[in-house]
Structure formats: C-alpha cells, structure tokens
Antibody, heavy 121, light 113 residues
Framework: EVQLLESGGGLVQPGGSLRLSCAPS????????MSWVRQAPGKGLEWVSA????????YYADSVKGRFAISRDNSKNTLYLQMNSLRAEDTAVYYC??????????????WGQGTLVTVSS | DIVMTQSPDSLAVSLGERATINCKSS????????????LGWYQQKPGQPPKLLIY???ARESGVPDRFSGSESGTDFTLTISSLQAEDVAIYYC?????????FGQGTRVEIK
C-alpha cells in the first residue's frame, strides 16, 4: 500500500525558515517524480515544486522560486522542501504528491495527509 | 501559464441525478508525444487530501466507480457523475499537466439538493 507521510510543519514568523519532509512507502521511490502542492485555508490547490526521480531536475512555481528548494534522498526514501524567507501568503497545508508515472507531465495518484505551515508573528 | 477555469463554482444535485462539471483551459493541453490531453480530475472531501479520479481527460483511475466519467472537446473538459451518491459530496478540481507550472481549476463544490 502506498503511503506518504509529511512532517515538519508548524508556526513560523515572517522571514523565517522551515523544512518539510515526506516519507514515502509502498513503491520504489527513486522511480517516480514527486511534487509539493499546497492549499491555503479555505482555498484551492496550488502546485509548488517538483523533482525528478533521480533528483537531477527541479521545478518551481514563480511564487516560491528563489525562496524554496526541493530535494530528495533516495537512499533514505525521503523528500524535502526547504522553505526560506517565509511570508504570510505561504500559510497553507502542504501536501507531498507522487507522480502517477504514466508519461508526460505530472498528475498525482497518491497524496499525503498534509502538514500545516502557518506564517504569522 | 495555462489557466484552468471551472464552471459552475458550486452545484446542488438530487441523489441519483446527474452532475456535470466543466473545465476550460486557456490553451491546448494536448501532448505532442501521445496525442492525449494532459488533464486530470480530483475529488477532495473535507479534511482529506485530493484523490485522483480521471487522467488523460477520460481514463478512469483504478478503483474509481464507473459513475464518474471524463470527456473532452478541444480545450473544454467535462466530469460527469452519472448518478450522484451521498458520498460524492466534495469539491472537484481539474488540473493540466502539459506544461509547468502545473495548474488547477478553482474547484467546484458539489452538494445534495
């Protein structure tokens, strides 16, 4: 059974940093691209960042480019999102999502339960 | 960026009746490599993560009831629930995955009338 378990969320002041982690299980992690998708309270879904299976290619939404960094450690089966210079508008539930791996771009066949990041003074 | 626009924002349907949700992309999401539309549909229930229902615009994900179907016409896409069940109350999102940034529609809330 595929599972994705996020951790690392919490309350942080504007300008602060936070690192999210995602621990997948039930599939060969290194074979799949992974993404972070966020959802502000009461709002819709926003793709944030993606990384290829090898980790050699990374992609970002303009809203986080230069502030967030996605990475993965395939030997530890873990996905990360380093978030710096956090702003109030980054407040959201952050989901780890697995690429369905059917070719082309990413639709997401498995999602974690999410971790809440709150940016507030 | 490709903008995805859903309509309506919300709809109320009687149990057993048909629910239809529309999604329009601001430009083609047709893949040159396999000639399929890179369009997915997700269902999100309160307090839960999204669940993939449909990919390639009309392919049903494994385990998804066959009352859910997707159709396509150019840049217009439709998710149909043929006979609404109580457990289908949720917000539904479309997503294009042709080009980065992957983008979602704003969501359509489905309720019971």
């Amino acid at each position: 059974e595929v599972q994705l378990l996020e951790s690392g969320g919490g309350l942080v002041q504007p300008g602060g940093s936070l690192r999210l982690s995602c621990a997948p299980s039930g599939f060969t992690f290194s074979n799949y691209a992974m993404s972070w998708v966020r959802q502000a309270p009461g709002k819709g879904l926003e793709w944030v960042s993606a990384i290829s299976g090898s980790g050699g290619n990374t992609y970002y939404a303009d809203s986080v480019k230069g502030r967030f960094a996605i990475s993965r450690d395939n030997s530890k089966n873990t996905l990360y999102l380093q978030m710096n210079s956090l702003r109030a508008e980054d407040t959201a539930v952050y989901y780890c999502a697995k690429d369905a791996g059917r070719g082309g771009g990413s639709c997401f066949d498995y999602w974690g339960q999410g971790t809440l990041v709150t940016v507030s003074s | 960026d490709i903008v995805m626009t859903q309509s309506p924002d919300s709809l109320a349907v009687s149990l057993g009746e048909r629910a239809t949700i529309n999604c329009k992309s601001s430009q083609s999401v047709l893949s040159n490599s396999n000639k399929k539309n890179c369009l997915g549909w997700y269902q999100q229930k309160p307090g839960q993560p999204p669940k993939l229902l449909i990919y390639w615009a009309s392919a049903r994900e494994s385990g998804v009831p066959d009352r859910f179907s997707g159709s396509e016409s150019g840049t217009d896409f439709t998710l149909t629930i043929s006979s609404l069940q109580a457990e289908d109350v949720a917000i539904y999102y479309c997503q294009q995955y042709l080009s980065i940034p992957w983008t979602f529609g704003q969501g359509t809330r489905v309720e019971i009338k």
